[in-house]
């Protein structure tokens, strides 16, 4: 769709106060990218008159519709691949020691996209660790998308997607084809629980946890922001529990309550004794 000039500066504004996602000047080709699409599907001719439209009118569906759209989703099935492999060969067999009496486990994927990095915990689980299967085992996926949380609930991937990090054999085992698309069989969909949660607002709904997968969401926010949300993940992680950022994040001179732990090739972080 051609469009004429429109107001990026207002789009960031509302997106950084709903999400806190802060978008540079730089980032103006993703409205250009992805909001023409919102535009067209909404009846207005140009992305300035969508823009227009936002600004003249309360925060209601369409706003919401234009945040998601600018919002970065990208994802893979076991992305970087150690961060799962430390899951597999330390964090789980130690957690799974430690709660051997309660028998109980919480897993958060927070900002978690459409779904693959909880899926990817969850065929990790069937695969590894059939024991889990008589635990009170919680897989909470949650994003503040309720379009991405929309597709994971669906449990449908492209052909593309899952060449992105899934075997054939783990593919075969645990999707099957529906014309172009893969879906995610019922057995791994039903061992996620999916919330939608803001990130930036109370996290009322959420048990204390044993894992947190925070992987590639607190590289978007200002640091004011991040230091609140690590704030409440201290609040919520469980004292033994480890919490994982994406590959090139750190929380260096951010929070001192959480210590690195280099797992192998990859970091965790855990929170500090005394
Ligand atoms: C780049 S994806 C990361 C997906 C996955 N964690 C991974 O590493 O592959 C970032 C996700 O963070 C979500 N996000 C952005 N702001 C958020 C907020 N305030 N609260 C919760 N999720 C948010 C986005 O919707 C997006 O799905």
């Known amino acids: 769709m051609s469009s004429p000039p429109f107001d990026f500066d207002y789009l960031r504004g ?16 993703l409205a250009d990218l992805h909001l023409g699409a919102v535009a067209e599907r909404t009846g207005f001719s140009s992305i300035a008159d969508l823009v227009e439209q936002l600004k003249r009118t309360p925060f209601g569906a369409l706003h919401v519709q234009a945040v998601e759209a600018m919002l970065t989703n990208e994802t893979s099935f076991f992305r970087d691949h150690y961060p799962f492999e430390s899951l597999k060969t ?47 085992l919680q897989l909470i996926a949650s994003d503040v998308s309720g379009k991405a949380l929309a597709r994971l609930k669906q449990g449908y991937y492209s052909q593309l997607e899952v060449n992105r990090g899934l075997s054939s054999t783990l593919r075969d085992k645990y999707f099957h084809k529906q014309q172009e698309t893969w879906q995610i069989s019922d057995t791994l969909r039903q ?73 192998d090739q990859s970091i965790c972080h855990r929170l500090r004794i005394g």
């Open 14 to 29: 509302l997106v950084q106060q709903q999400s806190a996602v802060v978008l540079s000047a730089e980032k103006k080709y």
């Open 90 to 136: 330390v964090v789980l067999p130690h957690l799974i020691q430690q709660r051997r009496q309660e028998r109980s486990l919480a897993i958060w994927c927070a900002g978690c996209s459409y779904g693959q990095e909880p899926y990817s915990i969850a065929i990790l689980i069937q695969e590894h660790f059939p024991e889990l299967a008589n635990w009170n």
């Open 191 to 263: 061992m996620v629980t999916v919330q939608q949660l803001n990130l930036i607002h109370e996290w009322k709904a959420l048990p204390v946890i044993d894992i947190i997968f925070l992987r590639n969401v607190l590289i978007y926010f200002d640091t004011e922001t991040k230091k609140s949300i690590l704030r409440k993940v201290h609040q919520h992680l469980r004292l033994d529990g480890y919490l994982f950022l994406g590959g090139g994040e750190t929380i260096l001179n951010i929070d001192d309550k959480f210590e690195p732990v280099q797992i």
